[in-house]
């Protein structure tokens, strides 16, 4: 039975009503429709194995009304927005795998509701109380402790302690980090602010496929893959923003300018969608530096000596 025949599939912060045809993120509705929307529940059907080009084509693109071009043009524009959507890249794919040529496969990992009920909950209540009752009975003669494992609980942190206290020095020395390789990855050469010779690059932040920093002049928010490549331009209307945090799933980025208008160390916080969504103010709320809780739900600023 295909998977989204049975429920609602959660995977990362998505779920997807296949029968509605409906994506969410965080419980908020994404704009998903269409194409993009119907090769997601495709793939989910069978996640982990191949779904080919010409599957697609005969469910989606019927040969006798549209012309391989078509085709060709409406896939790569439908997948294009499905990984828009879901913050992928088809260098570095976290849910949707591209094998070139041949197809594509949901590699995500996938998290259902349905619990597995219990074998006990299937007995009858005789049949448990009887079943308990001969576990009991079994367990019932129990082996007296001899000398020898009274010897060796005894011994044993005896033992670890000593072992513990010959090693220490090789536990408190700190290797220095060895760089084996580097790689370039922006070209543009403003990555920073003022005179590039300076430590001023604001707050960088990756979540482990893309990384994103600041930059001079115009359009200064940005991302780039982690192997390089075309940066990305984040919409922002705030002039020398400073990147203050990324939040765990690496959907949204709090910032905020790196100069106070009125002066002071305290600046508006904004909370940026790396998806290429609208940026928005945290309401009044004004503050030095700013991160998200492990929770990912709460924000917690700096203001004057407090954190709040």
Do not use: C
């Amino acid at each position: 039975m295909p998977v989204v025949a049975k429920q609602q599939l959660h995977f990362g912060p998505f779920e997807l009503d296949a029968h509605a045809g409906e994506l969410y993120k965080h419980r908020l509705k994404l704009k998903l429709q269409g194409h993009p929307i119907q090769i997601l529940v495709m793939l989910l059907e069978r996640p982990g194995e191949l779904i080919t080009r010409e599957e697609i084509q005969q469910k989606l693109w019927p040969t006798e009304s549209e012309t391989f071009v078509d085709f060709e043009h409406g896939l790569n524009t439908a997948v294009r927005k499905l990984r828009q959507t879901l913050g992928d890249e088809a260098a570095t794919p976290q849910y949707i795998e591209t094998l070139p040529r041949r197809g594509y496969r949901f590699v995500g990992e996938i998290a259902t509701e349905d619990l597995p009920q219990s074998p006990s909950a299937e007995l009858p209540a005789a049949d448990t109380a009887s079943a308990g009752a001969a576990e009991l009975d079994r367990r019932a003669p129990r082996r007296r402790l001899t000398y020898r494992p009274v010897l060796v609980l005894i011994l044993l942190p005896v033992l670890l302690g000593v072992a513990t206290w010959m090693l220490r020095s090789t536990w408190l020395r700190h290797e220095p980090l060895l760089v084996i390789s580097t790689r370039q990855l922006t070209f543009s050469g403003f990555v920073g602010y003022f005179n590039a010779t300076l430590e001023n690059y604001r707050s960088i932040q990756t979540d482990g496929r893309r990384i994103y920093f600041s930059t001079a002049g115009k359009n200064p928010l940005r991302s780039v893959s982690v192997t390089g490549g075309e940066e990305t331009v984040l919409p922002t209307t705030l002039i020398e923003p400073a990147i203050l945090h990324l939040s765990s799933d690496g959907s949204y980025l709090l910032a905020r300018r790196s100069v106070s208008e009125k002066g002071t160390t305290e600046a508006p916080l904004w909370l940026i969608a790396t998806n290429g969504g609208a940026a928005r103010r945290l309401g009044d709320i004004e503050g030095q530096d700013a991160a998200f809780a492990p929770d990912g739900k709460t924000i917690v600023f700096a203001k004057g000596r407090e954190l709040i």
